[in-house]
């Protein structure tokens, strides 16, 4: 699985322009990603969701599902380019994506504008703090209440949203690119609190490897979310040929030896379906 270096993707999709056709005419569908011989993948490097490795090789739950799905449909191989969240569907939606596999959470929005797969990784929200919890902040409505925390967020991720929604003013709630930075703003004491899937702080906070940083989770009031590959909504039949790999691994038990090494519960996967999630308030 490769990570194509910026520059590629750019020429990747120049030559796709110039030689054969439009990015757009490829990859509509499942023949077309046979005959394009790789799946162009979103991610967001958050580990363990989505990772890149210094070498450039993609890791992460969600990828290498992917690749074992894509790999059971004929599609070889799996090429992924780094979006910041809220960029995803948009990216997708103008082709510059076949899918996104990325731990991008059901919501009944974002299931208005794709076409999800049945779940794949699970998780609930947790907050990065100082040591002591000093603000007591627990929720995202106690960093409303207090006029003096900043919250920092993946720009248009899930976290971002339930921190406005809770009524945290704009000025508070501060777009962060990416976990380094994220921990690294909260070590600087320019945010209070950082703000991701349980996981995914638990990763960052272990990478930092700061004493002086401590773990909140779950963020109480916060349900769990559960991701799926997301798909282009004309691209039904190539969600569909998904499901039904995504079905078999699952069933097979390789579902559960992809994902729980990276500390995901493929029983909260296969405990719920895409259309409680997309349902869900
Ligand atoms: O789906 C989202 O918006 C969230 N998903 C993950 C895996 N991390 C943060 C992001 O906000």
Redesign the pocket.
Known sequence: MRLHRLARPLFLCASLSLGLGTASALSADLDALKEQGFARIAI?N?PP??AVKPDGTVSGAAPDVARAVFKRLGIADVVASISE?GAMIPGLQARRFDAVT????MKPERCNAVAYSEPV?C?AEAFALKKGNPLGLKSYKDIADNPNAKIG??G??????LALEAGVPRDRVIVVPDTQSGMTMLQQGRIDVYS??VL?INAAVKTAENPEIEVVAPVQGAPV?C?GAAFRKQDTALRDAFDKELAAIKASGEFAKIIEPYGFSAAAAMSTTREKLCAAK
Request: glycine share 12%; net charge negative; proline share 8%.
């Open positions: 967001a958050e969701f989505t969240y990325a731990g991008l959470f990784l998780d967020a993946p248009g991720g899930t976290e971002e949203r991701l899937p995914s979310y991701d």
